[in-house]
């Protein structure tokens, strides 16, 4: 396995514990923000971007619209998209 490969186990294992308990919907995101960038770096951008989507989605329920995270997204949204 690559580096990449093993970085999604990891998160993927992340996620389903994030799943199975709905208390700390902030670092789900940041675990979708982590996964989005992986799948940039492997060159699946319609992978990436579904995983910024899933995150913006999660922080607009929970955050303020000026949260700092959020300005990231939209712009890791856009080079997904190129």
Do not use: G, W
Not at 47 to 70: C, E, R, W
């Amino acid at each position: 396995m690559n580096p990449f490969d093993d970085a999604l186990v990891y998160l993927n294992k992340a996620l389903d514990i994030y799943r199975s308990n709905s208390y700390n919907q902030l670092a789900h995101a940041l675990i979708y923000i982590h996964l989005a960038l992986i799948y940039e770096r492997k060159s699946n951008q319609n992978k990436a971007l579904q995983f910024y989507q899933d995150a913006l989605n999660i922080l607009l329920q929970k955050v303020s619209k000026t949260y700092p995270s959020l300005a990231f997204i939209y712009a890791q949204n856009c080079r997904a998209v190129f």
